[in-house]
């Protein structure tokens, strides 16, 4: 089972920066991608950056520039710069799987974390 931990959420004044981390509980097979996603109050959420197998990055347009996800082995890193209030929301991270052809992409969350941005 797939178990992520999510840190680095917190409060920063606008233009700032913060990192989050998201860390595998152990050793995940058939990975096909690893992304956050972000829920602003009330809302669905919502795709911020992706990164896949090969490497391959996806962001939302009102990130561009500013966001930057990496990985490592075990580990999906979120670097968002030049931070705006509109970058508040609680942040998630997700590791979709597909353990074999036949089977379908299984997604798995993490608890979230809180990004505040003050203006």
């Known amino acids: 089972q797939v178990q992520l931990l999510e840190s680095g959420g917190g409060l920063v004044q606008a233009g700032g920066s913060l990192r989050l981390s998201c860390a595998n509980s152990g050793s995940i097979r058939s990975i096909v991608a690893v992304g956050w996603y972000r829920q602003f109050l009330g809302n669905e959420r919502d795709l911020v950056a992706q990164i896949d197998s090969g490497g391959v990055t996806n962001y939302a347009d009102s990130v561009k520039g500013r966001f930057t996800i990496s990985r490592d082995k075990t580990t999906v890193y979120l670097q968002m710069d030049s931070l705006k209030s509109e970058d508040t929301a609680v942040y998630y991270c997700?590791?979709?799987?597909?353990?074999?052809?036949?089977?379908?992409?299984?997604?798995?969350w993490g608890q979230g974390t809180q990004v505040t941005v003050s203006s």
């Open positions: 997700a590791v979709d799987v597909k353990p074999s052809i036949e089977a379908p992409i299984r997604r798995s």
